[in-house]
């Protein structure tokens, strides 16, 4: 199985996890950082590729990676 990174809080998580149709690159560890990164996928897609100012890590408005 293969590991991507959560392009919003940098968690490494697994392909399966919650995915965004469109950017299959991208996988999420919680619904929050998911709905961050579908809200401004720009931001985080200039980041990954390296072309822009990588986002401070907020885990996409959840704690300890449990969902609020």
């Known amino acids: 199985m293969?590991?991507?990174i959560d392009p919003v809080c940098g968690m490494h998580v697994s392909e399966?996890?919650?995915r965004v149709?469109?950017?299959e690159e991208f996988a999420f560890c919680a619904?929050?950082?998911r709905r961050a990164f579908i809200a401004d996928?720009?931001?985080y897609v200039r980041a990954a590729?390296?072309?822009?100012?990588a986002p401070?890590?907020?885990h996409g408005g959840h704690d300890d990676?449990?969902?609020r």
Request: glycine fraction near 20%; aromatic fraction near 4%.
């Open 16 to 18: 399966s996890d919650l």
């Open 49 to 53: 590729a390296g072309a822009g100012e």
């Open 2 to 4: 293969t590991t991507l």
């Open 41 to 43: 996928p720009d931001r």
């Open 31 to 33: 619904e929050g950082c």
């Open 56 to 58: 401070a890590p907020d």
């Open 21 to 23: 149709a469109g950017y």
């Open 65 to 67: 990676h449990g969902v």
